[in-house]
């Protein structure tokens, strides 16, 4: 008896506790194309959510697309994940084009809020003439999409044609083809509707408790934030020509400083960047071949050749850059932003880089050796040695052809040898 009334308090204490303890809902929020940092985000986010044993995951998406690579791992993750995950396509006005819709496919949830949209996920640019590199690239996100829409049970047809023919559809369309499970207002009304839903994953059976759940915003690492910011490829690829500009700016301007400091910091963060992004070497290649050739300008008389095949080869790398075939949309450095700084990239090696030059090239004017070229006038006959007078300075002084030269003599100073001028007559 008393057994059975200690089991009746310890059950009446759990139940207190959960009651007292509402579930948990973790939400993660992606409003950027997607890239390594995303990716590591929703990793940590679906673990911290795994750690306080949260309810579920819901990730609030607006992407316009992004890397392949990314999106595999985010898929593979969600796929693969001990814990509900919701994608809910918000607010209004958002997409889930390209990449998104892949990440909305595979959550074990798919919602959106009135007024998006979703689709149009070929995975290359329209501006590529290698048909083989297309076919190929369109068959494997094809193949891709369609296993993930097998295994949530979603459309499997629709989600393929999004692929081959770009194809968008509005919220009430995804859900009349049952490409998503839901339409809901806010995260609250959504909170309400997946509320006592079924799910199946991993994790196995779960009926989820979210209607008073306490939501917990999950945010980036500062780490995050920064690479986020700068893994945009303009971002990535200005850093690299700052970085470029400063160093060679250091380089031909000794002793300037702040220009190679800022030079370095630039260079790191755009390798750290790059390393993140697909690029092509290629590319990279180019972009140093136009900067030689704009170098060379400034010491070998060309009659502009050599800025010209540096613009081309410039502008060829810039495009070049970042391998669009990589991505599950056009991902790569705008026109715009490439003109720009092709322009730049003329002027400061015409004029920066140039002044640098002309300086190391300038005649030393202090010393013995700004001494040489200087016109000075006998004080004392030489004969051949004397002493002249330069610039209201008295020198001892040698005639280079060990002739006399009288006093009051001008001359002009040829060399030196052990702090004696040696000058001739004029």
Request: net charge neutral; hydrophobic share 50%; aromatic share 6%.
């Amino acid at each position: 008896m008393k057994l059975l009334i200690k089991n009746i308090l310890i059950l009446t204490f759990l139940v207190q506790v959960s009651i007292a303890q509402p579930s948990k809902v973790f939400v993660l929020k992606i409003d950027d194309p997607i890239t390594p940092p995303i990716s590591e985000y929703i990793h940590d986010g679906i673990e911290a959510a795994i750690e306080s044993n949260a309810e579920c995951v819901v990730i609030k998406l607006n992407t316009p697309g992004g890397l392949l690579k990314s999106t595999r791992v985010i898929v593979s993750e969600i796929l693969e994940a001990k814990i509900p995950v919701v994608v809910y396509v918000t607010p209004s006005g958002a997409q889930a084009a390209s990449a998104g819709v892949f990440i909305t496919l595979s959550g074990h949830i798919a919602a959106m809020t009135p007024g998006t949209n979703i689709g149009a996920a070929h995975p290359v640019s329209l501006e590529k003439t290698d048909t083989v590199m297309i076919e190929k690239a369109t068959n494997d996100a094809a193949a891709f999409i369609r296993t993930i829409s097998e295994k949530r049970n979603r459309n499997v047809k629709w989600a393929e044609d999004a692929v081959r023919k770009s194809l968008s559809i509005t919220e009430t369309e995804a859900l009349k083809l049952k490409v998503i499970d839901l339409i809901a207002s806010d995260l609250t009304d959504l909170l309400k509707k997946i509320d006592s839903m079924k799910v199946i994953g991993n994790f196995g059976e779960k009926i989820l408790s979210t209607k008073n759940a306490q939501v917990i915003e999950f945010e980036m690492s500062i780490g995050q934030k920064l690479l986020r910011l700068i893994s945009d490829p303009n971002i990535a690829y200005i850093l690299l020509m700052i970085g470029l500009y400063g160093l060679l700016f250091e380089l031909y301007n000794p002793g300037s400083i702040f220009p190679g400091v800022i030079g370095i910091i630039s260079l790191i963060l755009a390798f750290y960047a790059l390393h993140t992004l697909p690029v092509n070497l290629a590319g990279i290649a180019l972009i140093i071949v136009a900067i030689i050739l704009f170098v060379l300008e400034t010491q070998i008389v060309s009659h502009g050749l050599l800025t010209i095949g540096g613009l081309i080869s410039f502008i060829l790398g810039s495009l070049m850059l970042i391998k669009t075939e990589s991505a599950l949309e056009v991902f790569k450095v705008s026109y715009q932003v490439i003109i720009v700084l092709a322009i730049l990239t003329f002027l400061f090696f015409s004029f920066a880089i140039g002044l640098g030059l002309k300086a190391q090239k300038r005649r030393t004017t202090t010393g013995l050796e700004g001494m040489i070229g200087e016109i000075g006038e006998t004080i004392t006959d030489l004969n051949p040695e004397g002493q002249i007078r330069v610039h209201g300075e008295i020198w001892n002084a040698v005639s280079i052809d060990n002739q006399k030269i009288n006093e009051g003599t001008k001359v002009e100073v040829i060399d030196y040898e052990n702090l004696k001028l040696k000058v001739k007559k004029i």
